[in-house]
């Protein structure tokens, strides 16, 4: 925490959350001590490659998977304490956007009705004219033409049934939005209009953003800061800027250099790791990423590493930066 | 190295169903020289898997069909092939690595021997069954895996290492052109940077020419020499890589291309997408495909097709170029 945000509480901040899935071979460690925050009318990217528990962590957050332990605040309550009631009344405020817009909406359901489900689930309108008006309103908001109003997602191509799922999530005026890689299903022309819409959502309503992608590029357009995951915990978190100006980990470093540039001789050194994701099933301690990892040494081994603040709001979950003169006498 | 290896002439594909008939390639040219790569770039339903079927002639049997044009490999049409002559070529001089590598393997052959099975159907020199196992964990090696893991099978796999087994079933018989359809567009990024690494060394070191078939142009400005960028089942620029990524002459669609990435080194707060959709390939618009959603549209781009106008080698389909003024 940066001593100026201190005075404003985050909309959202979590501690300590852990996720683990009981499978044949011992516990998989999907979320594994995840500790964040995010202010009101911000966005916070997450990172990181498929298996590292992104999307869990999107669904802990909104508790629609139940975590194992940890914290979870919004507006400074725990819901995680909270009864079935209590949540009902706070769920509203909180949405997700799934990443394949076609197997999250109902095939049998039209447009308005997908659009009404929300609002009629939640008493929200007196009468029907009210809800027709509400409908019409949030089509036209994601961008919708109305003469849509009767389709079915079949009928619609990938960028406006994403349009829907938007629309669905903003039915009950959320604070705050999970986006599960909105994007990814979508063709680099769509994907542009999407991302458009949804910052533009944000400067209007006040969203905050919670934006799981595996997209480096996407991420580092929409997000005022990012955390970097991998095998289930956080490696590194910064501001966008400072994470792509100065990525710290190793790991960050490796994913930055891997991205493919559109731009013929980048002005950048390729650097590829070897190997693959070690297995998530009860991981020995130490750091996740020393398998892969050429800096790896023995104290990188046998304790967690914990994320440390290194600068002015830039962590690091790395040995190199927690002991002086470990990369030194290599 | 020079010579030309693939040369596609006019080529047109349809696929004919009882409600209608879809133009998913139209009239499309493009030469491919021996070791050269050529990426073909464009959204989804813009005819690249098609034109890669075509080559292949892999369509689909009772929809697809072939409606002009000529596909010389080494001067030969292999429109003209019958299928059993054709059946030689698949494998032992054109292969196709498809995007997905989860559903290119039989689920239930072990990994060996479904190279195996590649190398035995092309075993034109009557190796003995010792020599093509030997080849079998040359291969793997290759790519990258231990020759012990080629009794296992696919499912034992991660993706990566399953797409460094369908390249080895690609490549081997070491063939002199690689179709690649969207090699690495289900992997992760670090894993991508693994597998185009070392198909830009195999590449090299066995003088494959290649097709790259991708969504990404980051892609494409790491692997090709030339590009191709397709909209709506036609060619609508080709160039060397340079011209198209540092070139000033485009066609409108492309600036789109490039307008919709978020770009890593600068930060702009909005993307400058294309509006509106690709068109259907059902019912295309009439004169050039993309006026619709072109933000230069001129009156004789609605009614007449624009003409290929070549610069040096950088052809460009639009009559913004036509009309004298040179990319306004």
Redesign the interface.
């Known amino acids: 925490m940066t001593p100026d945000k201190t005075q404003e509480q985050p909309l959202l901040k979590t501690v300590a959350l852990k996720k683990y899935f009981p499978v044949g071979g011992g516990m998989l460690h999907a979320v594994d001590g995840v500790s964040l925050e995010i202010a009101k009318g911000k966005t916070l990217g997450v990172v990181g ?2 298996g590292c528990g992104k999307s869990t962590l999107g669904r802990l957050v909104l508790r629609l998977l139940e975590a194992t332990s940890g914290e979870i605040y919004f507006e400074g309550r725990d819901i995680r304490k909270l009864s079935n009631e209590e949540m009902k009344a706070v769920r509203p405020q909180m949405q997700i956007i799934f990443q394949d817009p076609y197997s999250s909406l109902n095939p049998r359901m039209s447009v308005y009705e997908l659009i009404a489900e929300p609002l009629i689930m939640n008493h929200v309108c007196k009468n029907k004219k009210e809800l027709n008006m509400r409908v019409l309103g949030l089509m036209r908001t994601v961008g919708l033409a109305t003469r849509f109003v009767s389709a079915y997602p079949h009928e619609m ?1 990938g ?1 406006r049934r994403q349009r829907v799922g938007i629309a669905r999530a903003l039915a009950l005026q959320p604070k705050f939005i999970v986006c599960d890689e909105p994007v990814s299903a979508l ?7 999407i ?2 819409l949804l ?1 533009d959502l944000q400067d209007e309503l006040g969203l905050t953003y919670l934006f799981i992608t ?1 997209d ?3 991420v ?2 929409i997000s005022d800061e990012i955390a970097v995951m991998y095998l289930g915990q956080c490696v590194e978190r910064a501001s966008s ?1 400072e994470l ?1 100006k100065q990525p710290k980990h190793p790991y960050t470093k ?2 930055l ?8 001789r ?1 002005d950048r050194k ?1 650097h ?3 190997g ?1 994701v070690s297995d998530p099933i009860d991981p020995k301690p130490g750091c996740r990423f020393s398998l892969r990892c050429e800096m790896c040494k023995d104290p990188c081994m046998g304790r967690d590493v914990e994320l440390k603040e290194v600068s002015q709001g830039h962590f690091v979950a790395c040995r190199m930066y927690e002991e002086p003169g470990f990369a030194d006498d290599k | 190295m020079q010579d030309t290896l693939l040369e596609v002439k006019n080529l047109s594909v349809d696929y004919e169903t009882d409600e209608a008939t879809f133009y998913a390639v139209n009239d499309i040219s493009f030469k491919l020289n021996e070791g050269e790569t050529v990426g073909i770039v464009g ?2 339903g813009a005819g690249k898997t098609t034109t890669a079927l075509a080559i292949m002639r892999l369509l689909p049997a009772r929809t697809g069909r072939i409606t002009g044009g000529e596909i010389l490999f080494k001067g030969e049409d292999l429109l003209k092939k019958p299928e059993n002559e054709m059946r030689l070529v698949r494998g032992a001089l054109i292969s196709m690595i498809f995007q997905d590598p989860m559903t290119s393997l039989n689920p239930v052959m072990t990994v060996g021997k479904q190279i195996y099975e590649s190398l035995e159907i092309h075993n034109l020199e009557h190796k003995s069954k010792q020599q093509l196992e030997e080849r079998v964990d040359e291969l793997l090696e290759l790519v990258g895996i231990p020759a012990r893991r080629k009794n296992e099978y696919p499912h034992q796999f ?4 399953k797409q460094r087994v369908v390249i080895a079933i690609a490549l081997a018989c070491e063939p002199k052109l690689l179709i690649a359809d969207e090699p690495t567009t289900a992997l ?7 597998v ?2 070392m198909m830009h060394d195999l590449k090299k070191r066995f003088g494959t020419a290649m097709i790259m078939i991708t ?8 692997t090709c020499d030339n590009v191709a960028i397709m909209y709506a089942g036609e060619l609508i620029e080709t160039g060397r ?2 011209d198209i ?2 070139g000033t002459l485009h066609h409108p669609y492309t600036k ?10 600068t ?2 707060n ?6 509106g ?2 068109p259907d390939p059902a019912d295309l618009p009439t004169g050039c495909r993309f006026h619709p959603r072109c933000s230069q549209c001129m009156e004789i781009c609605k009614t007449t097709h624009p003409k290929r106008v070549s610069f040096n080698g950088h052809d460009i389909v639009c009559h913004l170029f036509t009309e004298g003024g040179a990319g306004k």
């Open positions: 490659e498929s191509d960028g063709d680099v022309s769509i994907q542009a209009q991302l458009n910052m595996h480096l590029s996407v580092k357009h800027e792509f490796a994913l250099s891997a991205i493919p540039i559109p731009k013929l980048p390729k590829i790791i070897r693959e | 959204e989804t991660s993706g990566g290492m992760d990024v670090t894993i991508q940077a693994q185009l690494e969504h990404d142009l980051g892609v494409v400005a790491e890589v340079e990524f540092e789109g291309l490039f307008g919709s990435i978020p770009d890593l080194e930060s702009a909005r993307l400058h997408p294309i509006d959709l690709m």
